[in-house]
């Protein structure tokens, strides 16, 4: 199952950067033998800064037709790393292809676009900054691989 990280905004070089990739890769590697990945990741900007609806249009033109739609919001729902493991692995085993985690800009995601998500996940009631979410996300990603395939990463 292919991992989408679509994102408003450009992560530039840097720690943030660093720490994406180096989680994104270590996914890829543990992953693949257990059906998941490789993380392909979007950036989208509103150019024209017109605001969240803009950015809505493309954050869904960046999603692949019958992923499952995944925002990562303050209203979605908080969850354990094994839950979060369960529920990537419960679409794997229904045969979804893709998965789209879809990170909104300063202003969040759009209701209309919220309102078409298969689930929402939170990272708990403070708000962060996207860059720091895609950090969280990739490792979480990780985290979930390891839990899946039995590693030892995970200690809980």
């Known amino acids: 199952m292919r991992v989408h990280l679509i994102a408003v905004g450009r ?3 840097g720690p943030e950067r660093d720490l994406v990739d180096d989680y994104v890769l270590r996914f890829d590697r543990t992953g ?3 059906g998941l ?6 950036e989208v900007e509103d150019k024209k800064n ?7 249009e493309l954050l869904a033109r960046a999603v692949p037709s019958g992923a499952v ?3 990562l919001d303050e209203r979605g729902k908080v969850m354990t790393s094994p839950e979060f493991a369960g529920m990537l692995a419960k679409w794997r085993d229904g045969g979804r292809q893709d998965v789209a985690f879809v990170i909104g800009g300063a202003d969040g995601i759009d209701p209309g676009l919220r309102a078409r998500a298969e689930a929402s996940v939170s990272f708990g009631a403070m708000v962060w900054p996207h860059m720091l979410v895609r950090v969280m996300l990739a490792e979480q990603l990780y985290r979930a691989a ?3 395939g039995g590693g030892p990463y995970h200690r809980a």
């Open 32 to 34: 693949r033998p257990l």
């Open 11 to 13: 992560l530039r070089a």
């Open 69 to 71: 739609l995944v925002t």
């Open 50 to 56: 017109l605001g969240m609806g803009a950015e809505a």
């Open 146 to 148: 390891t839990i899946l």
């Open 37 to 42: 990945g490789p993380v392909l990741q979007h």
